[in-house]
DNA sequence: ACCGCCGGGTGCC
DNA sequence: ACCGCCGGGTGCC
C-alpha cells in the first residue's frame, strides 16, 4: 500500500488555484496543461471543444425492433462504434440519452464511418428529426465534428463511399443547423456576447438562495446553535434529501415521465436526485451544517436514533481519548499513530470557531482521566467504544465484539455517511464533530485513514460517520482488492472540498464516481474552479442524468453554452439552482449579510538591495540571460522551460536571500546512467521545491508520489505507469512523445533531500529578511499579543528566517510541505492558543496547508516574495481573513525594487486586466507566444 | 416491411 | 428454362 505519508504534501494542497500559471492568471490552464496542449496528441481523448463542424448527413438508424431504446422526434442520439460486432466489424451502434440501445447505422454507412470513428479524424452525433414512431429503422442526422486539418480527408472518404457531407446545416443560423449543434431556436438566435457569457458564468453561483430562507432547528444531539442561515441550509439539505420532487427537467403528463431538455420519455419515475451542492463561501459553516444534517436527518425526516451515553455526563471526547489511551496500554501497534494523530491531538484542542460553549482542556484531561478508571471497570462497553469513536482498535477485536443494539444496525437500511475530505482538514472535522455534538451522546465516527485502518465492510456500516481522504479512498479503490468503501451501502456521501475531484479522468474522480449512496453532497467554497467543465464533475457524481454522461452534458449544456446560446444558459442556470445552496460573505438574510469579516489592507514595501545582494544578483541574472537568450536563438525554449523555470526561480530567490542560490548546473550534460539519474533528481526537486504547485499533466491535479522521466517530465507515478501499462512498449511521454518505461521512473526523493541552505552559523541577513524583521520588532512593540504569518515560496528562505527570528527571541511556529500531518496540526494547534508565551509568529510555506486551514490567530500576513499567481496569495490570506478574525488584517508585500520581482508584479496586473475584460480562451499559439513575451519580459531580454 | 431481397416454383395466351 | 415472372418467406449489425 502506498504509504500515507508519501501523499501528505499534495493532498494538503488542493489545487485551488492553478498556482504556476504565471502566463495566464486566472485562464484555465496550468503549465503543464499547455504543454501537453502545445505538444501534439498528448493521449487526450478527442474532446468536443475546438472541435468544427464538418457538415451533416442523413443516414438511417436500422434493427429497432431487436431493441428497447426509444427515441422521440429531435432528440439526441450517441453513436457508438462496436469494432468486434460478429456480423460487421465497421458496426456502429445508436443509443439514446438514456443509454438503451436503439439500434444501428445502416451497414453501408457505419462502413464509411467506422474509419473515421475509429482514427477520431471526426466526432460524429446523431439527432433524430422524425420517424420516431418506425417500428423498423429511422432516420438520423449524424453530425461530423472534428479538427479544422481533418476537415479534408474526413470529406474525402465520405465521398469514396459515396457520401457527401452537407454543410448547409453547419451555419447556425437555420433552424435545422441550430437543431444539430444542440442550440435552441427559440428564444433567441442572437448568441451572447463574450462578455455577456463571462457575467452569466460569473453570477452562476451567486447567491442561490431564494425561496431557500425556511429554517429548521438541528436534532437536540447539535449542541452548538445555529445561526439564521445554518438553519436555512439544514432546511434546504434535509429538503433534497426528503423530496419526492422530480429531478430538474423532468415533467410527469398522465403518466408519462417527461425531460423537457431531451424530450425523453418514460412509463417509469425516473430516479430521485438526492442531495446537491453546498456552495456556501468557506467560513459560513458548512461543516457544521452537514454535522447537524447529520444527526437530523436520518430516515423518513428522524433525527439519527443515538445512543445515550450511560452514567452522568460525559462528554464524546473524552471518551475517545479515554479509549485510545487505554489502547495504548494493552495493545502492541506503538506506531499505528502515525496515521491515527490527528485524532489524538484534537483532543487537545481549544475551541475555535463558532464555539459559544467554550470548553477548556484542564477540564477535558481530567474528565479524560475519571473516565479512564470507569471504563477500565466495564469491559463491555469499552468494547462498544473501541468500535464506535475510536479509530485505533485492532480489527478482529472490533468486528467481534461490536454489538450495536440498534434495531437499525441489521443493515437492511443503510446507516452511515461516508465524508471524503483532504487530510488537510481531516482534523477539522473529528474537532467540529466533538465542538458541536452534545457530550451526553455518541455519534459513532470511524476515522478510516492510516495503515490499520479497519477494512471490515460490516463494521463501516455500523458507524453513523465514516470519515476517510481523497488519497484513501483512490488508493483503496486503485488496489483491485476490494475496496471496503466501495462494499458499503452509504445512507449519504459526502464530499468535502468537492472540486478537488475535477478531473474525470483522474483515479480519485473514478473511486469517487463507484460510491453507493442514497444520498449525495458536495461541500465547496468554490465548486466551479476554472471552466465550466468542472461542473460536469459534480453532476457525474450527484448522478443527474442524463449530465453525468460526458456526451450528453457537452451538447445539452457546455458546447450551447459556450457558443452563447441563452437557452443553453438559461438550461444551466436552471440546473445549478435547483441542486446548490450558495450563500457568500456579503449574502443578506432580512437585510443583513451573514458574516461581517473584519476589514483587511493591503501594502507593498519595496526592498532595496543591498551593493553586495545586488551584484550576486546582477550576476545570476547575466548568467540566466545568457542561457536563455541561447534558447531563444536555438528555438529551444518550449524544450527547455523547465530550465528557464529553474533560473527565474534562482533569481527569485535572489531577492530573498543570496544564500539560496546554489550552483548553476542546468547546462550539464547527461552522462552516465547514474549521472543522468542525479541530474534527474536534481531536476524534480527543484520543480517540487519552485513554489509553483507544478500539477501532473495527466490527471491534471497536484503531483501525487512524484516521478521523473528519462526525458525530464514529472508525473504522479499512478498516472504515468497507467500510461505505460496501456502503450505497452510503445508508450511514449504525454509532453514530448519521448519512449517511456516503467523502470526509467526516478522517484522523487523527499523534501529532506533538499539541500538545506548554508545558513546556521554562517547566518548572514538580506535586505529582505531586515525588512521583515523591523516590522515584526515594530509590532511587537506596539502589542505584544499580535501574530504574524510569514509566507514564502521557498523553504530554504524560512530557515533563513527562523534564524532571525530566534536572534532576536521570537516564538514561531512553522509550517510547511515537509511536515507529516501530526506536527502539521501541532504547529497550527500551538499557533492558534492565545495563552501567553505561544508564539507569536507562523512560517509558512505558500503551498503548504490546505484551503481549510485555519490561521485566524494571525491579524498579520507578510508576504516575502510574489507568487507567480496573485490568487494563490489571496488564498493564503484568506486562512487568516475569515469567520473567527477579530483584527483587522494587515497584509504587507515585501518587493525587490529593480528585480524579477517588480516585472512578476507588473506581468500580474496586466494579466488581471486582461481577465477582467474577456472571458475568451485564446488559442494555444497566442498563449505560447505571449509565455514566451513574458519571459523576455521577465527576464529584461 | 404498404418495402427490397432471396430463392424456389414455374413457364403462351 | 443457361431466361423472366410470380408470390411466399423473410428481415440489423
Given at each position: 500500500?502506498?504509504?500515507?505519508?508519501?501523499?501528505?504534501?499534495?493532498?494538503?494542497?488542493?489545487?485551488?488555484?492553478?498556482?504556476?500559471?504565471?502566463?495566464?492568471?486566472?485562464?484555465?490552464?496550468?503549465?503543464?496543461?499547455?504543454?501537453?496542449?502545445?505538444?501534439?496528441?498528448?493521449?487526450?481523448?478527442?474532446?468536443?471543444?475546438?472541435?468544427?463542424?464538418?457538415?451533416?448527413?442523413?443516414?438511417?438508424?436500422?434493427?429497432?425492433?431487436?431493441?428497447?431504446?426509444?427515441?422521440?422526434?429531435?432528440?439526441?442520439?450517441?453513436?457508438?462504434?462496436?469494432?468486434?460486432?460478429?456480423?460487421?466489424?465497421?458496426?456502429?451502434?445508436?443509443?439514446?440519452?438514456?443509454?438503451?440501445?436503439?439500434?444501428?447505422?445502416?451497414?453501408?454507412?457505419?462502413?464509411?464511418?467506422?474509419?473515421?470513428?475509429?482514427?477520431?479524424?471526426?466526432?460524429?452525433?446523431?439527432?433524430?428529426?422524425?420517424?420516431?414512431?418506425?417500428?423498423?429503422s429511422?432516420?438520423?442526422?449524424?453530425?461530423f465534428?472534428?479538427?479544422?486539418?481533418?476537415?479534408?480527408v474526413?470529406?474525402?472518404?465520405?465521398?469514396?463511399?459515396?457520401?457527401?457531407?452537407?454543410?448547409?446545416?453547419?451555419?447556425?443560423?437555420?433552424?435545422?443547423?441550430?437543431?444539430?449543434?444542440?442550440?435552441?431556436?427559440?428564444?433567441?438566435?442572437?448568441?451572447?456576447?463574450?462578455?455577456?457569457?463571462?457575467?452569466a458564468?460569473?453570477?452562476?453561483?451567486?447567491?442561490?438562495?431564494?425561496?431557500?430562507?425556511?429554517?429548521m432547528?438541528?436534532?437536540?444531539?447539535?449542541?452548538?446553535?445555529?445561526?439564521?442561515h445554518?438553519?436555512?441550509?439544514?432546511?434546504?439539505?434535509?429538503?433534497?434529501?426528503?423530496?419526492?420532487?422530480l429531478?430538474?427537467?423532468?415533467?410527469?403528463?398522465?403518466?408519462?415521465?417527461?425531460?423537457?431538455?431531451?424530450?425523453?420519455?418514460?412509463?417509469?419515475?425516473?430516479e430521485?436526485?438526492?442531495?446537491?451542492i453546498?456552495?456556501?463561501?468557506?467560513?459560513?459553516?458548512?461543516?457544521?451544517?452537514?454535522?447537524?444534517?447529520?444527526?437530523?436527518?436520518?430516515?423518513?425526516?428522524?433525527?439519527?436514533?443515538?445512543?445515550?451515553?450511560?452514567?452522568?455526563?460525559?462528554?464524546?471526547?473524552?471518551?475517545?481519548?479515554?479509549?485510545?489511551?487505554?489502547?495504548?496500554?494493552?495493545?502492541?501497534?506503538?506506531?499505528?499513530?502515525?496515521?491515527?494523530?490527528?485524532?489524538?491531538?484534537?483532543?487537545?484542542?481549544?475551541?475555535?470557531?463558532?464555539?459559544?460553549?467554550?470548553?477548556?482542556?484542564?477540564?477535558?484531561?481530567?474528565?479524560?482521566?475519571?473516565?479512564?478508571v470507569?471504563l477500565?471497570?466495564?469491559?463491555?462497553?469499552?468494547?462498544?467504544?473501541?468500535?464506535?469513536?475510536?479509530?485505533?482498535?485492532?480489527?478482529?477485536k472490533?468486528?467481534?465484539?461490536?454489538?450495536?443494539?440498534?434495531?437499525?444496525?441489521a443493515?437492511?437500511?443503510?446507516r452511515?455517511?461516508?465524508?471524503v475530505?483532504p487530510?488537510?482538514?481531516?482534523?477539522?472535522?473529528?474537532d467540529?464533530?466533538?465542538?458541536?455534538?452534545?457530550?451526553?451522546?455518541?455519534?459513532?465516527?470511524?476515522?478510516?485513514?492510516?495503515s490499520?485502518?479497519?477494512?471490515?465492510?460490516?463494521?463501516?456500516?455500523?458507524?453513523?460517520?465514516?470519515?476517510?481522504?481523497?488519497?484513501?479512498?483512490?488508493?483503496?479503490?486503485?488496489?483491485?482488492?476490494?475496496?471496503?468503501?466501495?462494499?458499503?451501502?452509504?445512507?449519504?456521501?459526502?464530499?468535502?472540498?468537492?472540486?478537488?475531484?475535477?478531473?474525470?479522468?483522474a483515479?480519485?474522480?473514478?473511486?469517487?464516481?463507484?460510491?453507493?449512496?442514497?444520498?449525495?453532497?458536495?461541500?465547496?467554497?468554490?465548486?466551479?474552479?476554472?471552466?465550466?467543465?468542472?461542473?460536469?464533475?459534480?453532476?457525474?457524481?450527484?448522478?443527474?442524468?442524463?449530465?453525468?454522461?460526458?456526451?450528453?452534458?457537452?451538447?445539452?449544456?457546455?458546447?450551447?453554452?459556450?457558443?452563447?446560446?441563452?437557452?443553453?444558459?438559461?438550461?444551466l442556470?436552471?440546473?445549478?439552482?435547483?441542486?446548490?445552496?450558495r450563500?457568500?460573505?456579503?449574502?443578506?438574510?432580512?437585510?443583513?449579510?451573514?458574516?461581517?469579516?473584519?476589514?483587511?489592507?493591503?501594502?507593498?514595501?519595496?526592498?532595496?538591495?543591498?551593493?553586495?545582494?545586488?551584484?550576486?544578483?546582477?550576476?545570476?541574472?547575466?548568467?540566466?540571460?545568457?542561457?536563455?537568450?541561447?534558447?531563444?536563438?536555438?528555438?529551444?525554449?518550449?524544450?527547455?522551460?523547465?530550465?528557464?523555470l529553474?533560473?527565474?526561480m534562482?533569481?527569485?530567490?535572489?531577492?530573498?536571500?543570496?544564500?539560496?542560490?546554489?550552483n548553476?548546473?542546468?547546462?550539464?550534460?547527461?552522462?552516465?546512467?547514474?549521472?543522468?539519474?542525479?541530474?534527474?533528481?536534481?531536476?524534480?526537486?527543484?520543480?517540487?521545491?519552485?513554489?509553483?504547485?507544478?500539477?501532473?499533466?495527466?490527471?491534471?491535479?497536484?503531483l501525487?508520489?512524484?516521478?521523473i522521466t528519462?526525458?525530464?517530465?514529472?508525473?504522479?507515478?499512478?498516472?504515468?505507469?497507467?500510461?505505460?501499462?496501456?502503450?505497452?512498449?510503445?508508450?511514449?511521454?504525454?509532453?514530448c512523445?519521448?519512449?517511456?518505461?516503467?523502470?526509467?521512473?526516478?522517484?522523487?526523493?523527499?523534501?529532506?533531500?533538499?539541500?538545506?541552505?548554508?545558513?546556521?552559523?554562517?547566518?548572514?541577513?538580506?535586505?529582505?529578511?531586515?525588512?521583515?524583521?523591523?516590522?515584526?520588532?515594530?509590532?511587537?512593540?506596539?502589542?505584544?499579543?499580535?501574530?504574524?504569518?510569514?509566507?514564502?515560496?521557498?523553504?530554504?528562505?524560512?530557515?533563513?528566517?527562523?534564524?532571525?527570528?530566534?536572534?532576536?527571541g521570537?516564538?514561531?511556529?512553522?509550517?510547511?510541505g515537509?511536515?507529516?500531518?501530526?506536527?502539521?496540526?501541532?504547529?497550527?494547534?500551538?499557533?492558534?492558543?492565545?495563552?501567553?508565551?505561544?508564539?507569536?509568529?507562523?512560517?509558512?510555506?505558500?503551498?503548504?496547508?490546505?484551503?481549510?486551514?485555519?490561521?485566524?490567530?494571525?491579524?498579520?500576513?507578510?508576504v516575502?516574495?510574489?507568487?507567480?499567481?496573485?490568487?494563490?496569495?489571496?488564498?493564503?490570506?484568506?486562512?487568516?481573513?475569515?469567520?473567527?478574525?477579530?483584527?483587522?488584517?494587515?497584509?504587507?508585500?515585501?518587493?525587490?525594487?529593480?528585480?524579477?520581482?517588480e516585472?512578476?508584479?507588473?506581468?500580474?496586473?496586466k494579466?488581471?486586466?486582461?481577465?477582467?475584460?474577456?472571458?475568451?480562451?485564446?488559442?494555444s499559439?497566442?498563449?505560447?507566444?505571449?509565455?514566451?513575451?513574458?519571459?523576455?519580459?521577465?527576464?529584461?531580454?
Amino acid at each position: 500500500m502506498q504509504s500515507s505519508s508519501s501523499s501528505t504534501a499534495s493532498s494538503s494542497t488542493p489545487p485551488r488555484y492553478a498556482f504556476i500559471d504565471f502566463m495566464d492568471v486566472g485562464s484555465t490552464m496550468t503549465l503543464s496543461q499547455e504543454l501537453a496542449n502545445l505538444t501534439e496528441d498528448a493521449g487526450q481523448e478527442l474532446e468536443a471543444e475546438g472541435n468544427v463542424l464538418f457538415g451533416s448527413i442523413q443516414g438511417l438508424i436500422v434493427g429497432l425492433r431487436y431493441y428497447t431504446g426509444a427515441v422521440n422526434k429531435g432528440e439526441m442520439v450517441s453513436l457508438v462504434r462496436e469494432p468486434h460486432n460478429p456480423y460487421d466489424r465497421n458496426a456502429v451502434m445508436v443509443a439514446n440519452v438514456y443509454g438503451s440501445q436503439v439500434g444501428h447505422i445502416k451497414k453501408e454507412l457505419a462502413a464509411a464511418m467506422a474509419y473515421i470513428m475509429d482514427n477520431k479524424l471526426a466526432r460524429v452525433e446523431g439527432i433524430v428529426p422524425y420517424g420516431e414512431k418506425n417500428k423498423f429503422s429511422m432516420p438520423v442526422i449524424l453530425t461530423f465534428w472534428g479538427k479544422e486539418e481533418n476537415r479534408e480527408v474526413v470529406n474525402n472518404l465520405m465521398i469514396g463511399f459515396g457520401f457527401n457531407l452537407d454543410f448547409r446545416g453547419g451555419s447556425s443560423q437555420t433552424s435545422l443547423g441550430r437543431d444539430l449543434l444542440g442550440l435552441s431556436t427559440k428564444l433567441s438566435a442572437i448568441p451572447l456576447s463574450a462578455e455577456e457569457l463571462k457575467n452569466a458564468f460569473d453570477k452562476l453561483f451567486d447567491d442561490l438562495m431564494e425561496d431557500k430562507t425556511k429554517e429548521m432547528e438541528p436534532a437536540e444531539a447539535v449542541c452548538t446553535p445555529l445561526l439564521s442561515h445554518q438553519k436555512q441550509a439544514l432546511s434546504w439539505m434535509s429538503s433534497r434529501e426528503n423530496s419526492n420532487d422530480l429531478p430538474p427537467f423532468w415533467e410527469e403528463n398522465k403518466g408519462l415521465y417527461f425531460n423537457v431538455l431531451t424530450n425523453f420519455a418514460v412509463k417509469k419515475r425516473p430516479e430521485k436526485v438526492l442531495g446537491g451542492i453546498l456552495a456556501d463561501d468557506m467560513g459560513l459553516g458548512k461543516t457544521l451544517t452537514t454535522i447537524a444534517l447529520i444527526v437530523s436527518n436520518f430516515h423518513n425526516g428522524k433525527p439519527l436514533p443515538l445512543e445515550k451515553c450511560k452514567g452522568p455526563s460525559m462528554p464524546s471526547a473524552k471518551r475517545k481519548q479515554a479509549t485510545s489511551k487505554e489502547k495504548g496500554v494493552d495493545s502492541e501497534e506503538s506506531q499505528e499513530s502515525m496515521g491515527l494523530s490527528p485524532l489524538k491531538r484534537l483532543h487537545d484542542d481549544t475551541v475555535r470557531e463558532n464555539g459559544p460553549q467554550k470548553k477548556t482542556k484542564t477540564t477535558k484531561k481530567k474528565s479524560a482521566n475519571t473516565k479512564k478508571v470507569v471504563l477500565l471497570d466495564d469491559v463491555e462497553f469499552a468494547a462498544a467504544l473501541e468500535c464506535s469513536s475510536s479509530q485505533v482498535v485492532p480489527s478482529k477485536k472490533c468486528v467481534k465484539k461490536s454489538s450495536v443494539p440498534s434495531e437499525i444496525s441489521a443493515g437492511s437500511v443503510a446507516r452511515a455517511t461516508l465524508i471524503v475530505c483532504p487530510l488537510s482538514v481531516l482534523s477539522n472535522w473529528l474537532d467540529q464533530f466533538e465542538q458541536h455534538i452534545r457530550t451526553d451522546v455518541t455519534v459513532k465516527v470511524y476515522l478510516y485513514y492510516g495503515s490499520e485502518r479497519n477494512r471490515s465492510v460490516s463494521l463501516l456500516s455500523e458507524q453513523d460517520v465514516v470519515l476517510t481522504t481523497y488519497n484513501v479512498l483512490s488508493s483503496d479503490f486503485g488496489n483491485k482488492a476490494s475496496s471496503p468503501l466501495h462494499n458499503v451501502k452509504w445512507l449519504r456521501v459526502v464530499l468535502d472540498e468537492g472540486h478537488v475531484v475535477r478531473n474525470p479522468n483522474a483515479l480519485q474522480s473514478k473511486a469517487v464516481l463507484e460510491l453507493q449512496s442514497e444520498r449525495r453532497w458536495i461541500l465547496s467554497g468554490t465548486p466551479i474552479q476554472n471552466s465550466l467543465k468542472d461542473l460536469f464533475m459534480l453532476l457525474s457524481f450527484l448522478k443527474l442524468k442524463p449530465f453525468d454522461v460526458k456526451e450528453w452534458w457537452s451538447r445539452i449544456i457546455q458546447r450551447p453554452v459556450t457558443m452563447g446560446d441563452r437557452v443553453g444558459l438559461k438550461n444551466l442556470q436552471a440546473l445549478v439552482k435547483g441542486i446548490t445552496l450558495r450563500r457568500t460573505k456579503n449574502s443578506k438574510v432580512g437585510g443583513r449579510t451573514l458574516v461581517q469579516l473584519p476589514e483587511r489592507r493591503v501594502f507593498v514595501q519595496y526592498v532595496t538591495l543591498s551593493g553586495m545582494e545586488r551584484e550576486k544578483y546582477e550576476r545570476v541574472k547575466g548568467e540566466g540571460k545568457n542561457i536563455v537568450g541561447r534558447y531563444f536563438q536555438e528555438g529551444t525554449f518550449m524544450a527547455n522551460y523547465a530550465d528557464v523555470l529553474t533560473i527565474l526561480m534562482r533569481l527569485r530567490q535572489c531577492c530573498c536571500h543570496p544564500s539560496l542560490v546554489g550552483n548553476y548546473t542546468a547546462a550539464d550534460v547527461p552522462g552516465t546512467p547514474s549521472e543522468l539519474r542525479e541530474r534527474l533528481i536534481q531536476k524534480i526537486t527543484l520543480v517540487l521545491n519552485s513554489g509553483s504547485d507544478e500539477e501532473c499533466a495527466i490527471c491534471l491535479d497536484s503531483l501525487r508520489q512524484p516521478v521523473i522521466t528519462y526525458c525530464a517530465h514529472v508525473f504522479c507515478r499512478p498516472c504515468i505507469c497507467e500510461v505505460i501499462r496501456s502503450e505497452k512498449e510503445q508508450a511514449k511521454c504525454p509532453l514530448c512523445r519521448a519512449q517511456i518505461k516503467t523502470k526509467e521512473l526516478v522517484e522523487y526523493p523527499g523534501e529532506q533531500a533538499e539541500t538545506r541552505s548554508d545558513t546556521g552559523e554562517n547566518w548572514r541577513s538580506s535586505s529582505k529578511a531586515l525588512a521583515l524583521m523591523s516590522n515584526l520588532l515594530k509590532l511587537r512593540n506596539e502589542d505584544p499579543t499580535v501574530k504574524s504569518m510569514v509566507v514564502s515560496q521557498f523553504t530554504g528562505f524560512l530557515d533563513v528566517l527562523e534564524v532571525a527570528l530566534r536572534e532576536y527571541g521570537f516564538s514561531f511556529t512553522r509550517l510547511d510541505g515537509s511536515l507529516i500531518q501530526r506536527a502539521r496540526a501541532k504547529a497550527i494547534e500551538d499557533f492558534q492558543d492565545s495563552t501567553p508565551g505561544s508564539p507569536t509568529i507562523m512560517l509558512l510555506s505558500l503551498k503548504a496547508g490546505g484551503v481549510g486551514l485555519n490561521l485566524t490567530a494571525a491579524s498579520q500576513v507578510f508576504v516575502m516574495d510574489p507568487a507567480w499567481n496573485p490568487a494563490a496569495e489571496d488564498q493564503c490570506v484568506d486562512r487568516c481573513h475569515r469567520l473567527g478574525q477579530s483584527r483587522d488584517v494587515v497584509i504587507t508585500k515585501f518587493i525587490v525594487k529593480d528585480s524579477v520581482e517588480e516585472n512578476m508584479v507588473k506581468i500580474q496586473k496586466k494579466k488581471q486586466e486582461l481577465v477582467d475584460k474577456a472571458f475568451g480562451v485564446k488559442n494555444s499559439q497566442d498563449a505560447k507566444q505571449a509565455r514566451i513575451d513574458d519571459i523576455r519580459a521577465l527576464m529584461e531580454l
